[in-house]
């Protein structure tokens, strides 16, 4: 079984940087492909971006194509989320999942996931 841990949530001012990790424990991630989802308050988890096992192919949702950058480093067991020119509309937790499919796009379709992080992106 997958443990997943999330970290690098915070408050940012708009225009601004994050970087997301997720950390895994338990098993290897290098046989999943990984993904970032968030849910803000009042809305459906909504998918962000997507990873495959190999790191050659990845996937953005449309509201974050060309902001958000996502890699994996399967040495270290750790998938990150780099965030640039965030918005207001960003602001949600977002959550590190796990997926023996590609390309993974509905939240039913990820088999472990993180806590969760919040995000906040406020002046």
């Known amino acids: 079984q997958v443990q997943l841990v999330d970290s690098g949530g915070g408050l940012v001012q708009p225009g601004g940087s994050l970087r997301l990790s997720c950390t895994a424990s338990?098993?290897?991630?290098?046989?999943?492909?990984m993904g970032w989802l968030r849910q803000a308050p009042g809305k459906e988890r909504e998918f962000v971006a997507a990873?495959?096992?190999?790191?050659?192919?990845?996937h953005y949702g449309d509201s974050v194509k060309g902001r958000f950058t996502i890699s994996r480093d399967n040495a270290k067991n750790t998938v990150y989320l780099q965030m640039n020119s965030l918005k207001p509309e960003d602001t949600a937790v977002y959550y590190c999942?796990?997926?023996?499919?590609?390309?993974?796009?509905?939240?039913?379709?990820?088999?472990?996931w993180g806590q969760g992080t919040q995000v906040t992106v406020s002046s």
């Open positions: 990873i495959k096992w190999s790191g050659d192919m990845t």
């Open positions: 999942a796990s997926s023996p499919i590609w390309v993974p796009v509905k939240t039913y379709e990820y088999e472990y």
């Open positions: 338990g098993s290897t991630l290098s046989h999943y492909a």
